[in-house]
């Protein structure tokens, strides 16, 4: 434990909390319950001249660092037990560029806080679905949403970011001076620096026509079957997700949620996905995207969460029955995400981002979540077993931004690929050559 912070308070424009703070307890929560740390202290950073003396501080006390963006790595990596939390919860201003087109996002913003700003211009970015969700964490790690078969991944949209490093240097990462960091940062996560400042780039969109389809009971089958057939054929101007859920009486439940850009008011994947079986609910609608942006918001710090995914290069029939079988074996709540990934997002130039694997049509993850301890050993299994049972039509070792804290080293250079890998060590050394920023799906230097 650290005896004194006043050298830290001294040093920081912003504060810090230590455990006997009223703050602290709130602080020091994250999105997944199953955390339970108590970090020596959190520095609440107000800039990089904050986040380079917290850097600084940690190192020569000895303490571990987490960095925290939005909090909601669902390893619970931005918290750490008698170390120092570098949080940027204080950096969440994004200013709009408009003749550049381009949005500046400080460190700690959310997607509310990058949504609002940029919607207030009619302009969008392709983000994460969930508002609470960081921006730095999720763009760093890749980033699926409602706009990826339009616009990419997140980090496809990352043109520029501001570093400070371990070392304290203040660095920034673009395609003119520094294109193989740029490239590290799309898909290799927090590993090479903090980011004070993310630089994306912006498209024009203001509504969608979006939200939910509901299906129940036996018909699900089916309708996840169109659901896969629809967005095989659908064109770049729709995105779709799906997630398969149990009620109580472990009937099957799947949700659908479209997001169509396209012009026409009355889209024919839009009906195919209407005339599906099962069908109890259909709430898609044109409607502002910061409504879309709603449609799967959950409560924050509530339950206990254990996920694992795959990206998979097809969904075929046989994979449909398996993720059907494996809900049957599942307490709810908890669900079987299946996010598409095709369009923009496959025709990015393979080399241009470190994340990979670009001819997967989607990611699945068994997301298990609840919140009595003692269904803890349950639901992980669960969620094991399944991903397990998945593995066989998997491309890759997983999406970093899902995984949990266990994941062995090579299941992370898995996710990858080991060219990809070795760039990202030869990165990591240059950067972070001890390891200093290793609370993270680790990247160890070469
Ligand atoms: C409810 C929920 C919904 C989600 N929805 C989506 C989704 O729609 N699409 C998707 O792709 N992913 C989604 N995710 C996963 C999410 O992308 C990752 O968990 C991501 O790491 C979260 O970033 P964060 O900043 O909120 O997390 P934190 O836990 O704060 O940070 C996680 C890690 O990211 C790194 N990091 C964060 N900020 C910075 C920074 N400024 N500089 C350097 N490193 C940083 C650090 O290594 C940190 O340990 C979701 C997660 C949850 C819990």
Not at 109 to 133: C, E, K
Not at 246 to 251: H, S, W
Request: glycine share 10%.
């Amino acid at each position: 434990m650290i005896e004194n912070l006043t050298a830290l308070r001294d040093s920081l424009t912003g504060d810090v909390l230590a455990p006997s703070d009223p703050e602290y307890e709130r602080s020091r929560l994250c999105f997944n319950l199953l955390i339970d740390r108590r970090p020596a202290a959190i520095a609440r950073c107000a800039n990089p001249g904050d986040v380079a003396a917290a850097l600084a501080f940690a190192q020569e006390h000895d303490l571990e660092i987490a960095v925290r963006g939005g909090g909601h790595n669902p390893a619970g990596h931005c918290v750490v037990d008698d170390g120092l939390v570098v949080d940027l919860s204080r950096m969440r201003r994004v200013e709009v560029d408009l003749d550049a087109r381009l949005a500046h996002s400080e460190g700690g913003a959310t997607w509310l806080d990058f949504d609002a700003a940029t919607q207030a211009r009619g302009l969008v970015t392709p983000g994460g679905v969930v508002g609470s969700t960081g921006v730095a964490g999720l763009a760093l790690g890749g980033g699926i949403g409602h706009l990826t078969a339009q616009y990419g991944f997140t980090c496809d949209n990352l043109v520029a970011a501001e570093l400070v490093t371990p070392a304290g240097e203040v660095i920034l990462a673009n395609e003119e001076e520094t294109p193989e960091l740029l490239w590290g940062l799309r898909g290799g996560g927090g590993n090479f620096g903090v980011a004070t400042r993310l630089t994306f780039r912006l498209h024009p969109l203001s509504t969608v026509v979006g939200g939910r389809l509901d299906y129940t009971g036996d018909a699900v089958r089916k309708a996840l079957r169109t659901f896969r057939d629809v967005d095989a054929e659908a064109d770049d101007d729709l995105t779709c997700q799906a997630q398969l859920e149990v009620d109580e009486a472990l009937t099957p439940a799947l949700i659908v949620a479209p997001c169509y850009t396209g012009s026409d008011e009355d889209p024919e994947e839009l009906r195919l996905l209407r005339s599906a079986p099962g069908l109890v609910s259909d709430e898609v609608r044109r409607h502002a995207f910061l409504d879309q942006q709603r449609v799967f918001d959950p409560g924050y710090g509530v339950d206990r969460n254990y996920w694992k995914s795959h990206f998979v290069r097809e969904l075929p029939d046989e994979l449909i029955d398996l993720l059907i079988d494996r809900m049957g074996a599942l307490r709810p709540p908890g669900a079987i995400l299946i996010e598409s990934l095709r369009g923009a997002s496959q025709r990015i130039a393979p080399d241009s981002a470190a994340l990979g694997y670009r001819g997967a049509a989607f990611n699945i993850s068994a997301m298990a979540s609840w919140t009595d301890p003692a269904l803890d050993d349950e639901h992980i299994a669960w969620t094991r077993d399944t991903a397990a049972a998945i593995e066989p039509w998997a491309v890759s070792g997983g999406y970093a931004n899902y995984m949990q804290a266990d994941e062995p080293l090579d299941r992370v250079r898995a996710a990858y690929g080991p060219e990809s890998f070795d760039r990202l060590q030869a990165l990591k050394r240059r950067y972070d050559p001890t390891n200093v920023l290793h609370r993270n799906q680790n990247i160890p230097p070469r």
